[in-house]
């Protein structure tokens, strides 16, 4: 998925997203006939909404979270009153893992100086993890997501909230309303945080 090792000092010279856009374009490489998906939203977003890795409508598409999981996500949000134009949305993987499989540990590691580069140019005041993959590429490798979701981290003075995937929540109520419970708890922080 990757094409050419990157470096940290080309990364750190990128001044703004649209350039890295354009390197990550570089170096990531989608399947044939699928686009890579570097994220969406105000530049400078309060909320940055962290995902896994493209799915097949993202990769057709070039926007994230536009399929199932992204409808839901769109639920949920309107529910808690949080606008999802208002936020950014990208993934910790760019382009779409071949089969839709999870991604590995490895291809995680690779791709984080991307994202983390990312997110110093958006500068969020709060970024949700979305599922597991998204807590060990910003958090921690190792974080449970049973265990740490709906409490508050707190990192380089941005405020994290790891929370379930959407497509964790499709057949699964109990994780469904704890997700629901966490974007609220997203929607009042943004909130108190002005
Ligand atoms: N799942 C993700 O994690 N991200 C997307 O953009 C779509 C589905």
Redesign the pocket.
Known sequence: MIAETISPQELQSIGNLQSLHAFSQRVFQPEPGERL?FGEGPEHARLLLL?????E??AETG????????RLLNKYLENADIAREEAY?T?VIKVRPPGNRKPKMAEVKEAAPILLRQIELIHPAIIVC??S??VHAIVDPKAKITEIRGTWLEKDGIRIMPTY???AVFRDENKRELLKQDLFSVATMLNKLG
């Open positions: 998906v995902g896994e890795a493209p799915g409508k993202e926007r994230p979270f536009v399929g199932n999981s992204g949305l993934n979305l599922g993959i998204a995937h959407p497509s």
